[in-house]
């Protein structure tokens, strides 16, 4: 039963997702990556490739780290089936590298809870957000959730001034090579994408097929998942609030987002494979549990036969 198998974190689970990833990544990119050969481009792609394994260990990482969800490679298996879904998200490298960056910052305000150096860990979270912004404009949203865990682990005045304090810095650092590199400074005019509410693209059957099911999903596992931080103890709630309010900015990144072709979705993805895992930890119904796993598997391998 696949559900059994990925109850529990194994290294043979871990490789078999990398692989699952692995594949759609190099058939999305195979023709940029190997086919239109060039030594430069060979090694972008293959450090965006990095990124996004990254990404995915990070993930568990957090999860496993924070006791966000069970010690099973349910989160890692449905953020691959996720993203794989989308091979416009496997084409955009600047999305997957601010997604990851994004992963590093919610690992440091996660972390607060501990108490330990907590404005260096503010610091650090407001760097990596603004960072990420530079790739992709509207992650710089997730500073919010700087915010947040300011307000939930360390509501100390001069804490809220260190999001701000991290983002002058970037600018001033980002600013000066813009300046030594092209003469000019860097406006926020250079970085600022047109927010866009056309939907149009997600009425093509290639996008409308996953999208649909995980918004199902996202709907069945949110009962579930309001139940269990209900249950959750006072040291573990606010953890689990975070992750809940992570996935609302990322929704709002991808309603904002100038593009519509599914890649916006990874900020979304992130906070919701530690939700649906939390579901699939829990959930009583093992014989629904396990058709809803297939489903979720072969998803991205139906997408591939859906026309345009």
């Known amino acids: 039963m696949l559900t059994s198998f990925f109850a529990k974190s194994k290294p043979i689970n871990i490789a078999l997702v990398i692989l699952l990833l692995a594949g759609f990544f190099i058939s999305a990119n195979f023709q940029n990556w190997f086919l239109d050969f060039e030594i430069l481009k ?14 995915l260990f990070l993930l568990n990482f957090v999860a496993k780290k924070n ?6 490679a349910y989160k890692v298996l449905l953020f691959s089936v996720f993203c794989a879904s989308f091979s416009s998200l496997l084409k955009d490298y600047n999305i997957i590298i601010s997604a990851t960056l994004i992963l590093l910052a919610l690992r440091r305000i996660i972390s607060l809870k501990s108490q330990i150096s907590v404005q260096k860990k503010i610091f650090d979270a407001g760097l990596w957000i603004c960072i990420a912004s530079l790739f992709y404009f509207w992650s710089i ?7 947040v865990g300011i307000v939930i682990y360390s509501p100390r005045p001069k804490n809220w001034l260190i999001p701000v304090i991290s983002a002058v810095c970037v600018y001033i650092i980002y600013c000066s090579i813009h300046l030594l590199v092209k003469d000019q400074f860097y406006l926020f005019s250079d970085c600022y994408q047109a927010y866009n ?10 996008f409308l097929t996953p999208i649909s099911i995980i918004l199902a999903l996202t709907v069945w596992s949110l009962v579930y998942y309001f139940s269990i931080i209900q249950k959750a103890g006072v040291s573990l709630r606010p953890s689990l609030n975070l992750i809940l309010f992570t996935l609302i ?3 709002s990144v991808g309603i904002l987002a100038p593009s519509k072709n599914g890649s916006e979705l990874i900020f979304f993805f992130i906070p919701l494979s530690i939700i649906v895992s939390n579901y699939f930890d ?4 093992k014989i629904f549990r396990e058709i809803l796993l297939i489903i979720l598997i072969l998803m991205p391998f139906g997408v591939l036969f859906i026309q345009d």
């Open 42 to 55: 060979f090694f972008k792609i293959l450090g965006v490739f990095l990124s996004l394994m990254f990404a």
């Open 67 to 72: 006791d966000l969800t069970q010690r099973s």
């Open 141 to 147: 949203l997730f500073l919010l959730i700087a915010f």
């Open 197 to 206: 509410f056309n939907f149009s693209n997600y009425q093509s059957f290639k």
């Open 249 to 251: 900015i990322g929704i």
């Open 282 to 285: 829990t959930g009583r119904d």
